[in-house]
């Protein structure tokens, strides 16, 4: 008897620190007006087409070396990097924008 409420206290635990783990990063999305999915959903439709921005923005680049010379300046990698990241970063929000939602980052 003992060692089962131990295991329920022990679960408990698990469960409610579980909540914390994943969220970090992750956009808090505030309704306006009355969207039609939700947040859960339309967070991951937004994200695949930002990592798809993301992609088409790094492809890009390669794109821009392959015509300029043989390779890219090590100087050009972090603003290549920041550019992907905001096209990507731009995608999320119109994407949660069109489908009712504002996007609060922590």
Not at 12 to 41: R, W
Not at 63 to 91: T, Y
Request: include cysteine; hydrophobic fraction near 40%.
């Amino acid at each position: 008897m003992r060692s089962h409420c131990r295991l329920l206290a022990i679960f408990g635990v698990a469960v409610s620190l579980s909540a914390c783990v994943d969220h970090v990063g992750k956009p808090l999305l505030l309704p306006v007006g009355s969207p039609a999915q939700f947040p859960q959903v339309v967070h991951v439709l937004c994200v695949g087409d930002a990592d798809a921005a993301y992609d088409r923005q790094k492809e890009e680049f390669a794109r821009r070396a392959r015509m300029n010379g043989p390779g890219v300046l090590p100087s050009e990698v972090g603003q290549q990097e920041g550019q992907a990241e905001g096209a990507a970063r731009m995608k999320y929000l119109s994407c949660t924008a069109s489908q009712g939602y504002r996007a609060v980052f922590n």
